[in-house]
């Protein structure tokens, strides 16, 4: 069964993000952005906490809105001087590439400290975020998928 498509504009997701923000309680000396849903907020959440330390790690988990059955990660970020990192994505759908980018860099790093954020998070998720805003109500059509089409 295909879910409803609801479009998320970008003022929403300023007003969302700003949000986020005033939950999250904690420091940390780095950004993930989980590419490429994760980037925008990446971007918006350095400069509103002055981090330079914004290292974007790559997964692969869905064609169009196909899920595939593993996720990929790659492109792994070297974070040998950082001891706390907040991990981004736009939503925590299944969970499934959450628990993944967590597993690979814990094995890397497991000295570090990973914390994480999302603007979506689905209850049936087999992770929650360490932070989030709300629950979609159907499938999220970002604005950074839609409005140069």
Not at 28 to 34: K, N, R, V, W
Not at 123 to 144: H, L, N, R, S
């Amino acid at each position: 069964m295909q879910s409803k498509k609801i479009y998320y504009p970008y003022e929403e997701f300023r007003e969302d993000l700003r949000m986020l923000t005033q939950k999250i309680d904690e420091t940390f000396d780095a950004l993930i952005p989980i590419s490429r849903g994760g980037l925008s907020m990446g971007q918006m959440l350095g400069e509103f906490y002055d981090i330079r330390e914004v290292y974007a790690i790559n997964t692969i988990g869905y064609e169009d809105t196909q899920k595939l059955d593993e996720v990929r990660v790659f492109n792994i970020p070297n974070l040998q001087d950082v001891r706390t990192v907040l991990i981004l994505d736009d939503i925590v759908d299944s969970g499934d590439t959450l628990i993944k980018v967590l597993k690979v860099l814990r094995e890397v790093y497991p000295e570090v400290i990973f914390l994480t954020a999302s603007i979506f998070y689905k209850p049936t998720a087999i992770i929650e975020p360490t932070w989030w805003v709300k629950e979609p109500k159907g499938w999220i059509e970002f604005f950074w998928s839609e409005d140069l089409r």
